[in-house]
C-alpha cells in the first residue's frame, strides 16, 4: 500500500471516528488542521506521511473525547499496522497525537516533539484561535454548560492539566485568557506565528467589543 492510499485510509478512519463530534473537534476542524498542515510542510522538511496522519489522527484517542483513551490507542495501533504503516512510522505518529495538546504544556512538562508533531500542533493552535476559534469556544463552552461570562469568576493562571480539564469554574470568556491568547506565543513555527499575528488581534478586539457590550457601554 502506497504512501497516498495509506493517507485515504487513515482519512476514513478519522472521518468515522469524528464525523459525529459536538464539541468543536469534528472532522471540519480535522480538515483545516490537515489543509493547514499541509500549507506548513511546505516550507519544512518534514515527514508527510507522519505530519497529515498525525493532522487527521490527533483526536481519536484525546481523552477529553472518547470515554477509553486506552482501547482507542489499542484500536488506532492496530489499525495502523493494518494499513501497513512501518513501525518507525506508527511510533512517532503516536508520540505526536499522545503528546500535542495544550494540556501536555502545563505544569512545566511540554515534550518536545519532532518537527512533524510541531507542524500539527501549530496547525491544531492556529484552528483554536481567529473567528474560528472564537466560533469553537463558544460551541464547546455551550456543550459543557458552561457560563459565558462572569466578572466575579477570574481567569486561572499556572493550572495543572486536571486544573485546565476541570470546567466547573469556568466560562467561556476566562478560556480566551487561560489558554486562547497564550497560543500564538508557543507556536513552533515562523509560518505559523505570522498566520496567528492577525487571528490574535481579531480575538482581542471580540474580546472588547463583547466586555463593551456586556457592560452596557455600547
Not at 169 to 197: C, G, M, V, W
Request: proline share 3%.
Amino acid at each position: 500500500m502506497n504512501s497516498e492510499q495509506q493517507l485515504n485510509k487513515i482519512a476514513e478512519y478519522s472521518h468515522a471516528h469524528m464525523t459525529q463530534d459536538r464539541t468543536g473537534h469534528g472532522f471540519d476542524h480535522i480538515r483545516r488542521v490537515v489543509a493547514m498542515a499541509r500549507k506548513l510542510s511546505a516550507k519544512e522538511n518534514a515527514d508527510l506521511l507522519v505530519t497529515l496522519a498525525s493532522a487527521y489522527l490527533h483526536d481519536v484517542i484525546d481523552d477529553k473525547l472518547v470515554a477509553d483513551p486506552q482501547a482507542a490507542l489499542d484500536d488506532l495501533q492496530a489499525f495502523l499496522t493494518e494499513i501497513e504503516v512501518s513501525p518507525q512510522q506508527s511510533k512517532k505518529i503516536l508520540f505526536i497525537i499522545q503528546n500535542m495538546s495544550f494540556a501536555h504544556t502545563l505544569d512545566g512538562k511540554a515534550v518536545l516533539l519532532p518537527l512533524e508533531g510541531q507542524i500539527v500542533q501549530d496547525s491544531d493552535w492556529l484552528d483554536a484561535i481567529g473567528a474560528i476559534g472564537i466560533t469553537r469556544a463558544i460551541y464547546f463552552g455551550g456543550h459543557h454548560s458552561e457560563k459565558i461570562y462572569d466578572p466575579r469568576i477570574k481567569p486561572r493562571e499556572s493550572m495543572t492539566k486536571e486544573e485546565y480539564r476541570n470546567l466547573q469554574n469556568e466560562t467561556i470568556i476566562n478560556h480566551f485568557y487561560e489558554k486562547l491568547l497564550k497560543i500564538k506565543d508557543k507556536l513552533n513555527t515562523p509560518s505559523a506565528r505570522q498566520i496567528a499575528e492577525d487571528r490574535q488581534q481579531f480575538m482581542l478586539d471580540f474580546l472588547s467589543e463583547f466586555k463593551d457590550e456586556w457592560q452596557a457601554e455600547k
